[in-house]
């Protein structure tokens, strides 16, 4: 059974820092795509940050500069480094292993095949 769980997170003032964890009861390094998206409330999930089977890794573009995705394959774990927080980054953040093909992994191409319960982040400005 796939579990992810979600932990981090939090509130924070505009500028500052935070980190969300993700662990993980699979082998995420063994999946084609896994990565972070966020809801914010009203509007539509976006995908922030995906990491390949070979540790190829991309951002959405409202993040690129800002969040660093990274995994321990060790740990079965997942990371979002969040810095330069702004208001506009407050959201439910949700780990995900994402059911694309090899090659197509970005955040973009929000195929979702499971997910955690999420941790909230908070920017305030």
């Known amino acids: 059974q796939v579990k992810l769980v979600e932990s981090g997170g939090g509130s924070v003032q505009a500028g500052g820092s935070l980190s969300v964890s993700c662990a993980a009861s699979?082998?995420?390094?063994?999946?084609?795509?896994v990565g972070w998206f966020r809801q914010a409330p009203g509007k539509e999930r976006e995908g922030v940050a995906t990491?390949?089977?070979?540790?190829?890794?991309s951002y959405a573009d409202s993040v690129k500069g800002r969040f660093t995705i990274s995994r321990d394959n060790a740990k079965n774990t997942l990371y979002l480094q969040m810095n330069s927080l702004k208001p506009e980054d407050t959201a439910m953040y949700y780990c995900?292993?994402?059911?694309?093909?090899?090659?197509?992994?970005?955040?973009?191409?929000?195929?979702?095949?499971?997910w955690g319960q999420g941790t909230q982040v908070t920017v305030s400005s």
């Open positions: 990491i390949d089977r070979d540790g190829s890794i």
């Open positions: 995900a292993i994402l059911g694309v093909a090899r090659g197509m992994c970005n955040p973009s191409n929000l195929r979702l095949s499971f």
């Open positions: 699979v082998y995420i390094y063994s999946m084609n795509c």
